[in-house]
């Protein structure tokens, strides 16, 4: 069973940054996906970004439209954490985020679904005011 924890989150304005992280509790090597969404009020969950690891080492990394240029998805080996670097924060970022794991390197129409991750984190509530 893997556990992922999310500190962090926070209230900040509009234009600021803000770091999430995720804990993983198995090594971050190997083929895997580790993907981050977020869940406004009112509305449906949806995919942020993701990043996907190659068995044999490497990774790549793909965002939502909404997201790209402003937000950036890592993975620290050392620490067993993932982040989600978000600058240039929007009141429409508001929302809160999850982290979600997938030990299997997911194909670029499988990650964006919710339902493909089999690990997920508690969530962390970010608020972006204006």
């Known amino acids: 069973q893997v556990q992922l924890v999310e500190p962090g989150g926070g209230l900040v304005q509009a234009g600021d940054s803000l770091r999430l992280s995720c804990k993983i509790s198995?090594?971050?090597?190997?083929?895997?996906?580790l993907a981050w969404f977020r869940q406004a009020p009112g509305k449906e969950r949806e995919f942020v970004a993701a990043i996907r690891s190659f068995r044999s080492g490497g990774s790549n990394t793909y965002y939502t439209d909404a997201v790209q240029g402003r937000f950036t998805i890592s993975i620290d080996n050392a620490k067993n954490t993932a982040n989600l670097q978000m600058n240039s924060l929007k009141p429409e970022d508001t929302a809160v985020y999850y982290c979600?794991?997938?030990?299997?390197?997911?194909?670029?129409?499988?990650?964006?679904?919710?339902?493909?991750?089999?690990?997920w984190g508690q969530g962390t509530q970010v608020t972006v005011s204006s």
């Open positions: 198995r090594r971050t090597i190997g083929s895997y996906t």
């Open positions: 979600a794991l997938d030990n299997a390197y997911l194909t670029d129409g499988t990650l964006l679904s919710g339902s493909q991750y089999e690990y």
